[in-house]
């Protein structure tokens, strides 16, 4: 189903319930005011609910690891589809894990059901496929290090949502994320605007909560933005981060700082690090909600994004963090922020970076 229908589908729904809402008010007449507010309150809850809800029928996560699953629970908590698959190429893994977190979801009020699978046939129908399946790196590996194993399996399953769901919206999440997102989005006729990466919201949450930590502040009062590749040259841009609307730099000195960006930038190798088997994945988990959310609720939330460049800061060719619009419909505009000379080299250097790791992608 493509967006249209679904929203033909959400209009029907509202359109049926307004119908069941002036019938209730019209049955509540003999029982005098009090029938008629009962059935005009009953009605207008179940109309808002129609037009409120999720507006995601059916969104599958192809790789049931453990990115998959802890981005499943949340979409399946909050509703933000009403169908979600789990894919696997271990099918009895995917289903099995596909029950647990269905039966969590509705321990939480949640209706969306969820169904897991390693069949390609399960992508039918998706409007939205979140794509985490592949090896995690291991200590000690960057994560351009797993592209020869992760690169055919982006292309086998890039193939089968071209046959299965060719209209679906694509979020990667594999890593080398820049690499696979611009291989995604070069492999799909959608355009840049369907295609494209999670990497800023989790290295943004990751340097949010090392601002909290060194300033004591509440995370919520904390607005950060990192851009770039996601390696260790991403490019925390602190000009751009506050803490209740104040600049940074007014808490904070220029050692603190760099620390901060340092630690940001290694954010994801300190976890692997400590936790050996594997990598982080609750973290990650919630930033790829937190994008289907945007989408989901159209709610046009400016967030960094891997997205393929159309001359945007100086590039072509090459997919990488940058703030966006997303909208329901996808990434609806790259923000192309000023930078100054300096942030301008960081963000060059980072480019360059991922300009080599496309280049051996495309030897390869
Ligand atoms: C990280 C991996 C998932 O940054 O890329 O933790």
Same mark, same amino acid.
């Given at each position: ?52 809800? $999720?507006?995601?029928?059916? *969104? ?20 933000? $589809? ?5 894919? #696997?190429?271990?099918?009895? *893994? ?53 592209? +020869? ?46 295609? !494209?990466?999670?990497? /800023?919201?989790? #290295? ?11 300033? /004591? ?14 390696? #260790? ?11 209740? +609307?104040?600049?940074?730099?007014? !808490? ?20 692997? /690090? *400590? ?63 000023? *930078? ?25």
């Amino acid at each position: 189903m493509n967006l249209a229908e679904v929203f033909a589908v959400r209009r029907d729904a509202v359109k049926r319930r307004w119908s069941c809402l002036r019938s209730g008010i019209a049955f509540g007449w003999p029982f005098g005011h009090g029938g008629q507010y009962f059935f005009l309150y009953a009605g207008v809850f179940l109309v808002a609910r129609a037009a409120g809800r $999720c507006l995601v029928n059916k *969104l599958t996560i192809v790789g049931a690891g453990l990115v998959g699953e802890a981005a499943a629970q949340i979409i399946a908590r909050d509703e933000l $589809c009403r169908e979600l698959v789990l894919m #696997d190429v271990q099918g009895e *893994l995917a289903q099995g894990k596909a029950l647990d977190v269905w039966q969590a979801a509705v321990e939480s009020g949640s209706d969306t059901r969820v169904v897991g699978g390693s069949m390609a046939e399960l992508l039918q129908g998706s409007e939205l496929v979140v794509i985490t399946a592949g090896v995690p790196r291991k200590p000690g590996q960057s994560r351009q290090d797993v592209l +020869s194993i992760n690169l055919p399996i982006l292309d086998g399953i890039m193939q089968d949502i071209n046959r299965h769901a060719p209209a679906a919206t694509v979020l990667v999440v594999s890593n080398p994320v820049d690499v696979l997102t611009y291989r995604a989005c070069s492999l799909s006729p959608l355009g840049r605007g369907r295609v !494209f990466g999670q990497a /800023g919201v989790l #290295d943004t949450a990751r340097m949010k909560c090392f601002i909290a930590e060194e300033t /004591g502040f509440s995370a919520r009062d904390i607005t950060a933005l990192v851009l770039g590749g996601h390696g #260790d040259s991403m490019v925390p841009l602190m000009r751009y981060c506050q803490i209740g +609307s104040v600049p940074l730099s007014h !808490f904070l000195t220029d050692e603190q700082i760099e620390r901060i960006v340092e630690r940001t930038r290694k954010g994801g190798g300190e976890i692997l /690090g *400590l936790k050996k088997m594997g990598s982080a994945c609750d973290a990650p988990g919630v930033a790829i909600a937190q994008m289907v959310d945007a989408i989901a609720h159209g709610r046009n939330r400016i967030l960094p994004a891997v997205a393929v460049l159309e001359g945007e800061y100086g590039r072509t060719g090459i997919a990488m963090g940058v703030p966006c619009v997303l909208a329901q419909e996808g990434i609806a505009r790259v923000i192309e922020l000023p *930078l100054d000379a300096q942030e301008q080299a960081m963000f060059d250097h980072s480019a360059d970076q991922v300009v080599r790791d496309i280049a051996e992608m495309q030897a390869s």
